[in-house]
T-cell receptor
Framework: DVKVTQSSRYLVKRTGEKVFLECVQDMDHENMFWYRQDPGLGLRLIYFSYDVKMKEKGDIPEGYSVSREKKERFSLILESASTNQTSMYLC????????????FGPGTRLTVT | QKEVEQDPGPLSVPEGAIVSLNCTYSNSAFQYFMWYRQYSRKGPELLMYTYSSGNKEDGRFTAQVDKSSKYISLFIRDSQPSDSATYLCAMSAKPWEYGNKLVFGAGTILRVKS
């Protein structure tokens, strides 16, 4: 059974803290993605990576950075968390030649107080 | 204006009904159209994928694309309570190279009552 796992289901952090969200996939996928999901706004792409050490900005990269040191692992970093970053964060992966078929993790509900 | 518009619902139907879920879009370059299903407290999963215009059927599900109207639909026949979920449309303009981006709609909440 293919799997994308995320480090936490729920996370509560304080304003200004540095936050790490980690994602691991076991499907040997080239592509990995970080999205945030907010009511009424749907899924918005933050960053994606198509290879180890490669990254591309998505639609809303401000306030975020990413790291991909190994093929199976993609980390999202909030350098200084703010309340407007309270959201559901979803990680996904896909094969390079099947980018339409993204496999998602269960999500991390992040609350910044 | 958003690139992809989708009515958030909720859409509530009785078991056995035919359900129609829709998205409109503004970018005429979109050629690849997907429907994802998301159950509560889970990540989305791919349900249907179509390229360009036309219909595609898979069991009780039919995806329809009308590029001239910039309108896509997902039909569910004989709806079941297990179909209760959020349905997200997604689209892309480019073929699959180097992590091509998908643009998602906001999702429609569907509730099928037994």
């Amino acid at each position: 059974d293919v799997k994308v796992t995320q480090s936490s289901r729920y996370l509560v952090k304080r304003t200004g803290e540095k936050v790490f969200l980690e994602c691991v996939q076991d499907m040997d996928h080239e592509n990995m993605f970080w999205y945030r999901q907010d009511p009424g706004l749907g899924l918005r792409l933050i960053y994606f990576s198509y290879d180890v050490k490669m990254k591309e900005k998505g639609d809303i990269p401000e306030g975020y950075s990413v790291s991909r040191e190994k093929k199976e692992r993609f980390s999202l970093i909030l350098e200084s968390a703010s309340t407007n970053q309270t959201s559901m964060y979803l990680c996904a992966s896909s094969r390079r030649d099947r980018g339409y078929e993204q496999y998602f993790g269960p999500g991390t509900r992040l609350t910044v107080t | 204006q958003k690139e992809v518009e989708q009515d958030p619902g909720p859409l509530s139907v009785p078991e056995g009904a035919i359900v129609s879920l829709n998205c409109t879009y503004s970018n005429s370059a979109f050629q690849y159209f997907m429907w994802y299903r998301q159950y509560s407290r889970k990540g989305p999963e791919l349900l249907m994928y179509t390229y360009s215009s036309g219909n595609k059927e898979d069991g009780r599900f039919t995806a329809q694309v009308d590029k001239s109207s910039k309108y896509i639909s997902l039909f569910i026949r004989d709806s079941q309570p297990s179909d209760s979920a959020t349905y997200l449309c997604a689209m892309s303009a480019k073929p699959w190279e180097y992590g091509n981006k998908l643009v998602f709609g906001a999702g429609t909440i569907l509730r099928v009552k037994s």
